[in-house]
């Protein structure tokens, strides 16, 4: 599998609007569950948000609820994070993962996916 690249991070000030991508090249997309993490150094890498692999069930992390929107482009097998009302808190690399399940249970365990992108760092300034 070739790794999956992220795009779209970058600085924005508190209160702006971002939006991150991540191509991906998943020969059976729709059998993957699909997420993004975030990790800030000497933290633990934190799950954002998932989508399942059929269907438009989400799950989000508290901190982004009503502010992050995750959706995924079947066609062109893009897995895509909509980030408004950013916070200083959301600055974080940025990771998409996927995970070769048709379910997102327990979606917020790094170590149940199989397949990383390199990241993309936000950084949302106050």
């Known amino acids: 599998q070739v790794q999956p690249v992220e795009s779209g991070g970058g600085s924005v000030q508190a209160g702006g609007s971002l939006r991150l991508s991540c191509a991906t090249s998943?020969?059976?997309?729709?059998?993957?569950?699909m997420a993004w993490f975030r990790q800030v150094p000497g933290k633990e890498r934190e799950g954002v948000a998932a989508?399942?692999?059929?269907?438009?069930?989400?799950h989000y992390a508290d901190s982004v609820k009503g502010r992050f929107t995750i959706s995924r482009e079947n066609g062109n097998k893009i897995l895509s994070l909509h980030m408004s009302s950013l916070k200083p808190e959301d600055t974080a690399m940025y990771y998409c993962a996927a995970r070769y399940s048709t379910s997102c249970i327990n979606w917020k365990i790094p170590q149940g996916y199989e397949i990383w992108g390199q990241g993309t760092q936000v950084t949302v300034s106050s």
């Open positions: 998943l020969f059976t997309w729709r059998t993957y569950c």
């Open positions: 989508i399942y692999s059929v269907g438009t069930a989400t």
